[in-house]
C-alpha cells in the first residue's frame, strides 16, 4: 500500500487556495472548510494527510520530517533558516513586501530611523543592502499601527490589497520583492517518497527547477 504524504500548509488565506490548487490534482479534503478548526484533513484514496500549522511552523515541520512537504509563503521561508528544499514557485498568496510609513512622514536625519517589523531578517538585510543604518524593533502582528502609536518610524511589512495600509493612513515608501507561495520537501522525504513527491510536483506545474534554501 502506498505511504502516506504529511502536508504542512500555513493555516488561512493560503490554506484555502492551496486546497483549491490541490482538487486540480484531484487531491481532496472533504471535510475541509476556511471556518472549520479541525487541524488534520485525509484523503484516504490519494492517501495524502494535510495538517494545518502556524505559517512560521511549517518550515520546521518539513525540516524535522514530521510532514513530507509543506506550502507555505516565501516571506516566512526567507525569515527561517530552516535546511528544506524549495522546489517550486506554486504562483498563488502573491503579494509584496515593503517599506512604509505615515502619509506624512519626514526623516529626522539627526537620530536613527525605528523600523517595526515581524520579518527582521528581511528588514535587515535590505537596509544593509542600502547602506542605510536602522534600528529594527521586532513585533508579532498589526505592525501598522508602530509609526501611529510613536513606536517606530516606518515598517517592513507584507502588503496584498493594500486596504490594512490604506485604513491606517500609512503609504508604501519602497518595494522590496514580490512574495508567492512556496513548495517545500523534506531533504529525507525526497528519497524515501520521491516519486509520489516528484509526481505531485508535475502535477502542479511541470519544468521547474529545484533550489536549496
Ligand atoms: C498581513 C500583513 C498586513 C496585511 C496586509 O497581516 O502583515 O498587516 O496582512 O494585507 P492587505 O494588504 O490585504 O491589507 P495578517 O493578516 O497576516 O495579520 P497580522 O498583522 O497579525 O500579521
New binding site residues.
Given amino acids: 500500500m502506498q505511504k502516506y504524504i504529511n502536508l504542512a500548509v500555513a493555516k488561512?488565506r493560503l490554506a484555502d487556495t492551496a486546497v483549491k490548487a490541490l482538487e486540480g490534482m484531484e487531491i481532496c479534503f472533504n471535510d475541509y472548510s476556511s471556518n472549520s478548526r479541525k487541524l488534520i484533513h485525509m484523503d484516504q484514496k490519494k492517501r495524502v494527510r494535510l495538517v494545518l500549522v502556524k505559517a512560521d511552523d511549517v518550515p520546521t515541520y518539513v525540516e524535522q520530517g514530521a510532514a513530507d512537504i509543506g506550502i507555505v509563503g516565501k516571506d516566512t521561508l526567507l525569515e527561517s533558516m530552516a535546511s528544506v528544499y524549495e522546489m517550486m514557485d506554486l504562483e498563488f498568496g502573491k503579494?509584496k513586501f515593503v517599506v512604509a510609513a505615515l502619509k506624512d512622514y519626514v526623516e529626522n536625519v539627526q537620530r536613527k530611523t525605528y523600523v517595526a517589523t515581524?520579518y527582521v531578517y528581511v528588514a535587515k538585510e535590505f537596509f544593509k543592502r542600502k547602506g542605510k543604518s536602522v534600528e529594527i524593533i521586532k513585533l508579532?502582528?498589526?505592525?501598522?499601527l508602530a509609526p501611529i502609536m510613536g513606536l517606530a518610524d516606518m515598517i517592513v511589512?507584507?502588503?496584498?490589497?493594500?486596504?490594512?495600509?490604506r485604513e491606517n493612513g500609512l503609504v508604501i515608501v519602497e518595494e522590496i520583492c514580490p512574495v508567492s507561495a512556496r513548495l517545500i520537501v523534506n531533504k529525507a522525504s525526497l528519497k524515501t517518497k520521491g516519486d509520489i513527491i516528484e509526481t505531485m510536483i508535475q502535477q502542479l506545474r511541470p519544468n521547474q527547477k529545484r533550489e536549496e534554501v
Fill in positions: 488561512g503579494c515581524k508579532n502582528g498589526s505592525v501598522e511589512d507584507i502588503v496584498e490589497t493594500g486596504t490594512t495600509l
